[in-house]
């Protein structure tokens, strides 16, 4: 008797999962030339902040989607970073970097980008101080800080993207 009322629970509440709207909250950096950059977030079942996550670039008309590794409770946020190439670089803290063409929207593969972050910073006196309004990393040779995404904005809207203008470049941890 037992063992058929605790199926009954957990079918009840597999049910009750199953049935949840779970809304997906995006946050959008806007940058120039009719490029968007959206970050999706869509929350997972758990008792913890865990987000299944995607990116949409945007070119004008063209567009593309890309799957981001869950999140499972180590998410620090994601830095968006711009190259002097003009590719667009994801750093995801331990799970690294994706690096984005623009025109048109794709995944560089492979990507030449290192996410580990420089000792010292006598190589920052060799890179020139910012590229297209956009500061150079503090931490990365190379890039240059575009802004932060992260999932602590207000509850209605939980993804936020910060620009550079608005807070001062967060270091993530170096990909493991």
């Known amino acids: 008797m037992?063992?058929?009322n605790l199926m009954g629970a957990g079918l009840c509440l597999a049910l009750c999962v199953s049935g949840c709207d779970r809304p997906a909250y995006r946050a959008t950096a806007k940058l120039e030339q009719g490029l968007d950059v959206t970050l999706?977030?869509?929350p997972?079942?758990?008792l913890q902040s865990d987000w299944s996550r995607s990116l949409t670039i945007r070119q004008n008309t063209r567009s593309f989607d890309f799957d981001i590794s869950e999140d499972t409770?180590?998410?620090r946020g994601s830095n968006l970073y711009l190259t002097l190439s003009g590719t667009l670089v994801l750093h995801e803290g331990q799970d690294g970097?994706?690096?984005f063409n623009t025109t048109p929207p794709s995944l560089v593969t492979p990507?030449?980008?290192s996410c580990r972050s420089a000792p010292g910073l006598a190589w920052l006196e060799k890179?020139?101080?910012a590229h297209l309004s956009y500061p150079a990393s503090r931490f990365y040779p190379g890039l240059f800080?575009?802004?932060h995404f992260n999932e602590n904005g207000p509850k209605e809207q939980r993804a936020v993207f910060q620009p550079h203008s608005e807070i001062t470049e967060p270091k993530l941890p170096d990909p493991i």
């Open 127 to 129: 890179t020139q101080d």
């Open 73 to 75: 409770g180590w998410w």
């Open 97 to 99: 970097c994706y690096e």
């Open 111 to 113: 990507s030449e980008v």
């Open 40 to 42: 999706t977030l869509r």
């Open 44 to 46: 997972m079942l758990s």
């Open 145 to 147: 800080f575009v802004g």
């Open 2 to 4: 037992e063992l058929t």
